[in-house]
């Protein structure tokens, strides 16, 4: 079985950092993309950083500047350094992968950590 595991969450006051770590384990013969996503209460979900197997990296305009995704390919983990956090930035976190699986590929997804940053 294919599994990711969220870390890192929990309460942070604004202006300060989090790092989160997405760890995915199980019968792996491959991943390309990973990324992090998050929803908060009342919104729709949305990407805040992806990372393809080469480094390459994209972010939300919102989040520009004070976030940074990587990974660590040889433990299948993909990080997200959250800095100068603001209340707007507090919602459940999901890290997705994009996984090869003996015959199948599809888009796995961990179970969220909640981030929740207070003024």
């Known amino acids: 079985q294919v599994q990711l595991v969220e870390s890192g969450g929990g309460l942070v006051q604004a202006g300060g950092s989090r790092r989160l770590s997405c760890a995915a384990s199980?019968?792996?013969?491959?991943?390309?993309?990973m990324g992090w996503y998050r929803q908060a209460p009342g919104k729709q979900r949305e990407l805040v950083a992806g990372i393809t197997s080469g480094g390459r990296t994209n972010y939300a305009d919102s989040v520009k500047g004070r976030f940074t995704i990587s990974r660590d390919n040889a433990k299948n983990t993909v990080y997200l350094q959250m800095n100068s956090l603001k209340p707007d930035d507090t919602a459940v976190y999901y890290c997705?992968?994009?996984?090869?699986?003996?015959?199948?590929?599809?888009?796995?997804w961990g179970q969220g950590t909640q981030v929740t940053v207070s003024s």
């Open positions: 199980g019968s792996i013969f491959s991943i390309n993309a």
């Open positions: 997705s992968a994009d996984i090869g699986s003996h015959d199948t590929r599809r888009m796995f």
